[in-house]
C-alpha cells in the first residue's frame, strides 16, 4: 500500500479555544465556512461529534455528487478526528491549541487513495486545489470565530 499523503494547514485565530470548537462541532456554523460546494449531513436523525457518530461530505457536483462518508474515531475537548473510507481512506483531524491571545487551529487530511486511477486524477488536478481550499476554509472559520467571541 502507498503511504499516506498529509496535507496540514494551521491559522491562528483570536477566539477562545471553545469558540474555535463550536465552528467545527456545531453543523450549522459548520455550513457558514465549508467550500460551498461541500454539504455535510448526519447519518441518521442527530448529527453529533462524539465517538461513533456517522456524517457524510457530499460534493455538489450535478450528477456526480461523491459522498465521502466518516465517522468520529477520536473526541477530546478541542480535538475531532473523523475517520473515512471509500474513495479516500484515513482521517480529517481538528485540533484546537489554546495560546495566550486565542488558539492556533490545526487541520491534518492524512488520507490514501487505492485506486491508481483516482489517486492520479487527484493528484494531477485536484491535489493543488485541496490545498488551496482547505487554507480558504480555515480563514472563513477564522472569521467565524472571531465574529462570534466579540460578539
Same mark, same amino acid.
Given at each position: 500500500?502507498? +503511504?499516506?499523503? *498529509?496535507?496540514? @494547514? #494551521?491559522?491562528? !485565530?483570536?477566539?477562545?479555544?471553545?469558540?474555535?470548537?463550536?465552528?467545527? =462541532?456545531?453543523?450549522?456554523?459548520?455550513?457558514?465556512?465549508?467550500?460551498?460546494?461541500?454539504?455535510?449531513?448526519?447519518?441518521?436523525?442527530?448529527? +453529533?461529534?462524539? *465517538?461513533?457518530? @456517522? #456524517?457524510?461530505? !457530499?460534493?455538489?457536483?450535478?450528477?456526480?455528487?461523491?459522498?465521502?462518508? =466518516?465517522?468520529?474515531?477520536?473526541?477530546?475537548?478541542?480535538?475531532?478526528?473523523?475517520?473515512?473510507?471509500?474513495?479516500?481512506?484515513?482521517?480529517?483531524?481538528?485540533?484546537?491549541?489554546?495560546?495566550?491571545?486565542?488558539?492556533?487551529?490545526?487541520?491534518?487530511?492524512?488520507?490514501?487513495?487505492?485506486?491508481?486511477?483516482?489517486?492520479?486524477?487527484?493528484?494531477?488536478?485536484?491535489?493543488?486545489?485541496?490545498?488551496?481550499?482547505?487554507?480558504?476554509?480555515?480563514?472563513?472559520?477564522?472569521?467565524?470565530?472571531?465574529?462570534?467571541?466579540?460578539?
Amino acid at each position: 500500500m502507498k +503511504s499516506a499523503q *498529509i496535507i496540514e @494547514q #494551521s491559522i491562528q !485565530i483570536n477566539a477562545s479555544a471553545s469558540t474555535v470548537e463550536r465552528c467545527f =462541532t456545531d453543523l450549522t456554523l459548520m455550513h457558514r465556512w465549508l467550500n460551498p460546494v461541500l454539504r455535510c449531513e448526519p447519518v441518521g436523525e442527530i448529527w +453529533s461529534t462524539d *465517538i461513533g457518530s @456517522q #456524517s457524510r461530505f !457530499i460534493i455538489q457536483i450535478p450528477g456526480l455528487k461523491p459522498t465521502l462518508n =466518516t465517522v468520529v474515531v477520536e473526541r477530546q475537548p478541542g480535538l475531532v478526528i473523523w475517520g473515512f473510507e471509500g474513495f479516500f481512506q484515513g482521517s480529517d483531524r481538528w485540533e484546537c491549541q489554546p495560546v495566550a491571545n486565542g488558539t492556533i487551529l490545526i487541520n491534518r487530511f492524512q488520507f490514501q487513495i487505492p485506486n491508481p486511477l483516482v489517486s492520479w486524477g487527484f493528484n494531477t488536478f485536484a491535489a493543488t486545489w485541496t490545498k488551496a481550499d482547505m487554507e480558504a476554509q480555515l480563514r472563513r472559520l477564522q472569521r467565524v470565530a472571531e465574529e462570534l467571541d466579540n460578539s
